[in-house]
T-cell receptor, first 115, second 116 residues
Framework: QQQVKQSPQSLIVQKGGISIINCAYE??????FPWYQQFPGKGPALLIA?????SEKKEGRFTISFNKSAKQFSLHIMDSQPGDSATYFC??????????????FGQGTILTVHP | GAVVSQHPSRVICKSGTSVKIECRSL??????MFWYRQFPKQSLMLMAT?????????EQGVEKDKFLINHASLTLSTLTVTSAHPEDSSFYIC????????????FGDGTRLSIL
């Protein structure tokens, strides 16, 4: 019930290409879906997040697509750059109740963007 | 924006030593902080939720006597790995919730713990 499944485990993209990472969740009580970017030796940093009342959110080159009925959401990175090479984690959270703020993370995707 | 500072960034010590890691919220008061452990090429594993002024809530399978958490003020939580052994070597990350914004957590930059 608490799992968030992320795929692919790793992804190689050419510079300028589109990177797509997918996540699926089970718990319908989740109402906040962030994506984090992590560089080696650093903590995760929030990239973009979405709530289930919208189907898409775009910030610069990063877009989240959200399908509430399928319980799936995905991250699209347009015009991928070598500097985007990092590990990406999707996550899900319930923003109410006693477990407010507790994040359930996906398994992570190692993205490599070749020049 | 909100900043979470974690110290030290790296520590190497002998087996049997106790190691303390600090997590500070620099520009907000955090009633709730979280401690994670991350193995190489793996996801973050929540160890415990730290609430200011009360006992931490540990996740299943995490030894509370091994990983002591203290959240004595609204800006500081500490994790002490007691009598550390090589299997405790890992990347430990803290995070804090800023009640002023909608983000559940802001993350520190982690502590690389190596036990020889």
């Amino acid at each position: 019930q608490q799992q968030v499944k992320q795929s692919p485990q790793s992804l190689i993209v050419q510079k300028g290409g589109i990177s797509i990472i997918n996540c699926a969740y089970e718990n319908t009580a989740f109402d906040y879906f962030p994506w984090y970017q992590q560089f080696p030796g650093k903590g995760p940093a929030l990239l973009i997040a979405i709530r289930p009342d919208v189907s898409e959110k775009k910030e610069g080159r990063f877009t989240i697509s959200f399908n509430k009925s399928a319980k799936q959401f995905s991250l699209h990175i347009m015009d991928s750059q070598p500097g985007d090479s990092a590990t990406y984690f999707c996550a899900a959270s319930k923003t109410g109740g006693t477990s407010y703020g507790k994040l359930t993370f996906g398994q992570g995707t190692i993205l490599t963007v070749h020049p | 924006g909100a900043v979470v500072s974690q110290h030290p960034s790296r520590v190497i010590c002998k087996s049997g030593t106790s190691v303390k890691i600090e997590c500070r919220s620099l520009d907000f008061q955090a009633t709730t902080m979280f401690w994670y452990r991350q193995f190489p090429k793996q996801s973050l594993m929540l160890m415990a939720t730290s609430n200011e002024g009360s006992k931490a809530t540990y996740e299943q399978g995490v030894e509370k006597d091994k990983f002591l958490i203290n959240h004595a003020s609204l800006t500081l939580s500490t994790l002490t790995v007691t009598s550390a052994h090589p299997e405790d070597s890992s990347f430990y990350i803290c995070s804090a919730r800023d009640p002023r914004d909608s983000q559940p957590q802001h993350f520190g930059d982690g502590t690389r713990l190596s036990i020889l």
